[in-house]
């Protein structure tokens, strides 16, 4: 029985979909207990930053090294290694008796968190035809948007009701189930159901490649950083403002109370959520990757240009608008990894997958940085002149999505075999 016709196939993206949900929703959770860390544990807000810091930092540098093992041993045990030390990382945080546990915590989360999503890519690549892949990569950003919705409000309820212990436990709790759950769909139970297909892969193994020539014909390759800039314009703006300057605009420049203000981020949510599925499937039915990826990108570089343009006060209704429509342009970053698909063998998929996330989330990190520094020009009283202002950066770096998705060459129609 070939795979990728199998309904079991369904399971497989079902189950791996669930672990993804969750694990999205722990990326971003301890943000809503900061007071209470600093309150608990009698730590600074730099030590805060530093438990954030590591990891993120952990699922930067692992990204191309977790490509790189992906591709050459297979993503299946490192989806679940992954799943299972973030579950663990959760437990331990909940658990924590001092500071240096939880920082040791994060350390695991964002190992773990490492290991996801190339393997989630790369597992759909061997599980469905070409033309499945396009639309279902907008399905896991619609679920990677759900998860970070549902670590906001229903989360922060979670944690008025029950305090912040018990629910980071019964998450971890719940991934490290699901870690036992992924070895039986994508081990155990495939072995049984495909025999000749296990035996395929038992064939003698070629020379292997090292790992930098692999790497040096990929730094190398302009298709590779054609997926890298796209990642970076389309993806890091938005995470990068959503994540750490949305609210406090929304307090300094238009008064509004911290619940008020975290509405913003729920506005760029729901165009995430509308946008991953609808962009993939008109996608998928135009046969154009680039054309459609490129109106993305111009939609997203006059979004953030609209914001700049709108000046130090400007309708606050425009606001919402806008962080919509950039909301939905984030929701089409599932293109970049169908433009990795279709244009590297698979032998390379993984490894040019981390590349390109790597893009988004060096955005993301140096966003809110070069963004804080342009606030700390201005003081408190106008301060809404330096939010002005500090959306020249992210037009910059929209511009530089822009010339990553020019950069895109197009495989023809018949070339692009599943």
Not at 208 to 228: G, K
Not at 357 to 378: E, H, I, K, R
Request: net charge positive; glycine share 10%; charged share 15%.
């Amino acid at each position: 029985m070939n795979k990728r016709e199998s309904g079991y196939r369904w399971v497989v993206f079902g189950t791996v979909l669930f672990a993804y949900f969750l694990i999205v929703s722990q990326r971003t959770a301890p943000g809503l207990i900061t007071d209470q860390l600093m309150k608990d544990f009698h730590v600074s807000a730099s030590t805060i930053g530093l438990m954030i810091g590591i990891q993120f930092l952990a699922y930067a540098g692992l990204q191309i090294p977790v490509g790189l093992l992906a591709d050459r041993y297979g993503p299946n045990r490192f989806l679940i290694i992954g799943t299972l030390l973030t579950g663990l990382g959760s437990l331990l945080y909940s658990l924590a008796p001092n500071e240096y546990v939880l920082i040791f915590s994060r350390f695991l989360v964002g190992t773990g968190d490492a290991a996801i999503f190339v393997n989630l890519v790369l597992i759909l690549s061997q599980w469905f035809k070409a033309k499945e892949f396009v639309s279902l990569l907008g399905v896991v950003a619609m679920v990677a948007s759900l998860g970070s919705l549902s670590a906001t409000v229903p989360f922060s309820l979670w944690i008025s009701f029950a305090g912040w212990r018990l629910p980071f436990l019964s998450i971890g709790i719940i991934l490290v189930i699901s870690a036992f759950l992924l070895f039986t769909v994508l081990i155990s139970r495939p072995k049984r159901i495909f025999k000749d297909d296990s035996k395929a892969r038992k064939s003698p193994i070629k020379d292997r490649e090292s790992a930098w020539i692999i790497l040096r014909r990929m730094f190398s390759t302009r298709q590779a950083w054609a997926t890298f800039l796209c990642h970076f314009g389309v993806v890091g703006t938005y995470v990068g403002f959503i994540g750490s300057w949305g609210v406090p605009y929304g307090i300094d420049v238009f008064g509004l109370s911290r619940s008020e203000a975290s509405q913003l981020i729920m506005y760029g949510l729901f165009g995430a959520i509308i946008g991953g599925p609808l962009i993939s499937w008109i996608t998928s039915r135009l046969d154009s990757i680039k054309k459609i990826y490129t109106l993305i990108h111009l939609i997203v570089l006059f979004s953030w240009s609209g914001l700049f343009l709108a000046g130090v006060k400007p309708p606050f209704i425009m606001i919402v608008v806008l962080l919509f429509i950039i909301g939905f342009g984030n929701g089409a970053s599932s293109l970049t990894f169908a433009v990795v698909r279709e244009s590297f063998p698979m032998e390379q998929v993984g490894v040019v997958s981390g590349f390109a996330n790597m893009g988004g989330f060096l955005s993301a990190v140096l966003l809110p940085s070069v963004f804080g520094n342009v606030l700390d020009l201005y003081p408190q009283d106008s301060i809404n002149v330096g939010y002005h202002y500090g959306f020249i950066i992210p037009v910059l770096f929209s511009l530089m999505g822009l010339f990553g998705v020019m950069l895109i060459k197009e495989k023809k129609k018949e070339e692009q075999t599943s």
